[in-house]
């Protein structure tokens, strides 16, 4: 079981480290295609557009063929994919690049998070905050690493070289020692046979505003420091790496503080912080205050969404796997269409702007504890 919990968490690290390549590189790649707020926003809808497209396909291939086979073939198309939005030299090119990107990415996503899922009940304890934290280690490894690739002034394609070189050589050791499913449990079916309960429905918008926040920090942390600070060079990446900090740092601790405390309490304790966090970013806006804030809004946001999976586990014991798909789904797509709307709104209005109604997102993620049964 060692080595089974090895490979799943070393593809949850490159799972992480791949979207985190992208993410620290944006700026970058805006500027050579010379995008405005507005246009860079539209671009980044291609990734929810690719990851919708995908997901009937990546769910019933799941359920078929077995998360195991899926993952290892998905990882490899992930970071190929991440390699031609790094090589893409013009704009069309780049716009079916990222549509591929966000496809594979909800294969592996799917594929991913059944294999937590098994692994987690193997254990018989709670593992999937900690699981979740090794993907947001690969964003602050990520982060560090893309301000060392821009340092050395190394273009976004060979930096994804790097990334998919690595991603390569770890399927082809691990992929063995991931558990062995055989597809039958048709997670596809259980998903769309019927609506969501009301609680897994609550729990669900929980995790869309927790994702809202936190793909909307991962996609435009670096671009605000460029274009509303006027940040250049490896510093422009200080946003990102303080947010990723503390989002890493806190999942390894989030199953502990929930035993303590409940689910109910970090979820008004975290949305405090993302309000506070982005309050105090855009409302001082110089470095120093943007570093504080992002520190916050990182530990605000990490333990919310590995935590709605644990209690998607309580809420449907029976089927928990269907019900954490429904979750992560309507989680991921926040992550996915956060950042475009950010785009959108900051085109119309500033991008300062943007932040501040991102802290409001988490603010209401924050009073959702509200709604939830006083149990939890």
């Not at 671009?223 to 940040?231: D, P």
């Not at 309050?279 to 709605?308: D, E, K, R, W, Y």
Request: proline share 4%; glycine share 10%.
């Amino acid at each position: 079981m060692f080595k089974s919990r090895l490979a799943v968490s070393l593809f949850f690290f490159l799972h992480g480290l791949c979207f985190a390549s992208w993410g620290g590189r944006i700026p970058d790649i805006s500027s050579f295609h010379h995008l405005s707020e507005g246009t860079l926003g539209t671009l980044l809808l291609m990734l929810p557009v690719g990851s919708i497209l995908s997901m009937p396909i990546a769910s019933y291939l799941t359920s078929r063929l077995g998360s195991k086979i899926v993952l290892s073939i998905a990882i490899p198309l992930y970071a190929s994919a991440l390699v031609l939005v790094g090589f893409a030299p013009t704009l069309p090119l780049l716009v079916a690049s990222l549509i591929l990107f966000g496809l594979v990415s909800n294969h592996v996503n799917v594929s991913l998070n059944t294999q937590a899922i098994k692994l987690e009940s193997a254990y018989k304890r709670p593992i999937m905050a900690s699981l979740h934290g090794l993907w947001s280690l690969a964003g602050f490894v990520g982060a560090g690493f893309g301000g060392l690739m821009i340092k050395f002034g190394m273009l976004p394609f060979e930096h994804f070289m790097f990334v998919a070189v690595l991603a390569y050589l770890i399927t082809a050791f691990m992929c063995r020692h991931l558990i062995v499913d055989s597809g039958k449990k048709r997670l596809g079916n259980k998903f769309s046979s019927k609506l969501p309960s009301k609680e897994v429905a609550i729990l669900g918008m929980i995790a869309f505003l927790s994702m809202l926040c936190e793909g909307a920090m991962f996609d435009w942390a670096g671009v605000y420091f460029k274009k509303v600070l006027g940040i250049e060079g490896a510093m422009m990446t200080a946003g990102y790496v303080a947010f990723m900090s503390t989002m890493a740092g806190t999942r390894f601790v989030a199953d502990f503080f929930k035993e303590k405390i409940g689910f109910r309490n970090i979820l008004l304790i975290s949305g405090l912080l993302v309000f506070s966090g982005l309050m105090i970013a855009t409302g001082f806006n110089n470095l120093i205050s943007c570093i504080i804030g992002f520190l916050m809004v990182g530990s605000g946001v990490s333990a919310v969404v590995p935590l709605t999976f644990s209690e998607s586990g309580r809420v449907s014991p029976e089927n928990p796997s269907g019900t954490v798909a429904i979750i992560s789904t309507i989680g991921f797509l926040g992550f996915l269409f956060g950042p475009p709307v950010i785009g959108w709104i900051a085109e119309i209005s500033s991008l300062r702007f943007s932040f501040f109604l991102i802290g409001v997102m988490g603010l209401v993620m924050g009073m959702s504890h509200l709604v939830l049964p006083r149990k939890r």
